[in-house]
């Protein structure tokens, strides 16, 4: 007999994928798995180094579970990091305990022969048999999503040698040698094609793009750093996986957002805490899927100012293809019980 619902996504993170509103709607947070949560710090002094535990497959699946655990998020996000790819290339990567990422810094195409995609093997198989338990472990009804950074913002840590304000290593890179700076993209923009697609064929039912530092280029720099390296991944994972739907996070480029999407031809995109919540409007009437806005201090905070906004973002965004969401990560001094409350005023609110 023909069942009407046969073709319904029995997750429902994917529904605003196939172009349709789902109320409530769909919701997990950036770094939903944390140092806010106690039994993530228990795990993460067990486990060694940071990367230790990113290369853990069965620690780095019960980090990613513990989020849904306790509240039932409609999507988990694989625990690994951007950090993994250089890592996984050759450079030398490693977390500072409270101080944050430290590589030995790639300044030019000399330092580039340090790496070579043949290295990537063993480390991105290791995220992938994450991925493979994850697949098996979360209930049926939770999307799994996959994920890597943008190669522009990848590169801004490998020739920084750390996270900054304002990037200036990978700017002035590649103002000085455009065909020195391109050859990094271009290797980041192949590792990340091989990594997004090996975590696909692991059970990976969705792709995010973080481009964290989108937002620090002039609009000529953007179109050749941030746009096109985008399109040419999102062009490659179509081709060999074309029902897996690519989020993309080009943050502080509210701006640019239009130009983003059409350029590069992501399925979605999440969105800062500065984009207004009109700009989200007309991009989900597009059709796009628009994931976002709430500040994380918000989170922070909690209490009344917490469910009037994230009430006013669900009623701006009814009807349209939306994804409840952050505008940036989930910050370590976050009261886990204010989680609780926002999954529960998302759900009572966009009912
Ligand atoms: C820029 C960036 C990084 N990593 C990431 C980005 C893009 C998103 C963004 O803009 O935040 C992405 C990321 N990092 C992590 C995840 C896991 C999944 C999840 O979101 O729950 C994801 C998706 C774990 C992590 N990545 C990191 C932690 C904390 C480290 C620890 O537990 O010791 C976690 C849980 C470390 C990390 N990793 C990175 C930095 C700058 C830091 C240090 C800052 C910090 O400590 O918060 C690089």
């Known amino acids: ?63 990613t579970l513990q989020p849904i655990r306790r509240y039932g998020f409609d999507a988990a996000i694989l625990f690994s990091d951007i950090l993994v790819v250089p890592d996984a290339l050759g450079q030398n990567v490693r977390f500072a305990e409270g101080e944050g990422p430290r590589l030995e810094p790639i300044k030019s195409v000399d330092d580039l022969r340090r790496l070579t995609l043949s ?40 020739a920084e040698g750390r996270g900054s304000t304002d990037q200036a290593a990978a700017r002035s890179w590649a103002y ?27 059970g990976a039912n969705a792709l995010q793009i973080f481009d964290s530092w989108a937002g620090s280029l002039a609009d ?63 991009i989900a009437k597009t059709g796009k899927v628009v994931q976002g806005n709430l500040d994380p201090l918000l989170l922070v905070a909690g209490g009344d100012a917490l469910d009037a906004r994230a009430g006013a973002i669900c009623e701006a965004m009814a009807g349209l293809p939306f994804v409840f969401n952050l505008g940036h990560g989930i910050v370590p001094e976050t009261p886990p019980e204010n989680v609780a409350r926002l999954v529960q005023r998302v759900r009572e609110k966009g009912n």
């Open 119 to 158: 290295n990537t093997h063993y480390k991105f198989a290791k995220v992938c048999e994450t991925v493979a338990l994850l697949a098996r472990e979360l209930p049926r009804e939770t999307a799994l999503i996959g994920f890597c950074g943008a190669p522009w913002t990848v590169a801004t840590y490998m």
């Open 220 to 282: 000529d720099e953007f179109e050749r750093w941030v746009i096109a390296p985008t399109a040419r991944i999102v062009t490659e994972i179509r081709r060999r996986h074309p029902k897996v739907p690519i989020i993309g996070f080009p943050r502080g480029a509210a701006a640019s957002l239009q130009k983003y999407i059409d350029g590069t031809n992501v399925d979605g995109v999440s969105c800062d805490t500065a984009c207004p919540l009109s700009v989200m409007q007309a």
């Open 1 to 63: 007999m023909h069942d009407p619902n046969a073709n319904q996504p029995l997750k429902r993170f994917l529904t605003p994928f196939s172009g349709k509103a789902v109320q409530p709607p769909p919701v997990w947070l950036m770094r939903q798995a944390g140092r806010y949560l106690p039994e993530y710090r228990k795990i993460r002094s067990e486990a060694g180094t940071f990367l230790d535990l990113c290369y853990s497959p069965k620690l780095a699946a019960e980090v």
């Open 176 to 202: 000085r040698d455009r065909q020195g700076f391109s050859q990094l993209i271009d290797l980041l923009t192949e590792a990340s094609i091989v990594y997004l697609s090996n975590q696909v064929e692991a």
